[in-house]
């Protein structure tokens, strides 16, 4: 099974753990993480990740994040068929 995670799935674990809903996410986060170690569920990573993970304020946070790109198995880049679907999602 292929999986994408988006910038916010990456940034849970390190929010504050005090809500319930937040610790179950995060929870939820680390489980899917270590099937991905594991071989059992495959990572797909995006160009979108890299660019919102540039922007992310924490340096420490941001190279945590952007190791899990040399962990998938498939790299989307930007191109015309993403560009035109996003429109007509908009």
């Not at 319930?20 to 489980?31: D, F, G, P, V």
């Not at 995006?46 to 198995?73: C, G, H, M, T």
């Amino acid at each position: 099974m292929k999986v994408y995670l988006d910038n916010c799935c990456f940034n849970r674990p390190f929010d504050e753990q005090i809500q319930i809903r937040i610790s179950l996410e995060t929870q939820a986060k680390l489980y899917v993480q270590e099937e991905i170690k594991k071989g059992n569920i495959q990572l797909v990573w995006s160009y979108i990740l890299d660019y919102e993970n540039f922007f992310n304020p924490f340096e420490e946070r941001r190279r945590v994040i952007q190791r899990w790109k040399n962990i998938a198995i498939e790299d989307v880049n930007e191109n015309e068929k993403i560009i035109e679907r996003s429109k007509e999602i908009k």
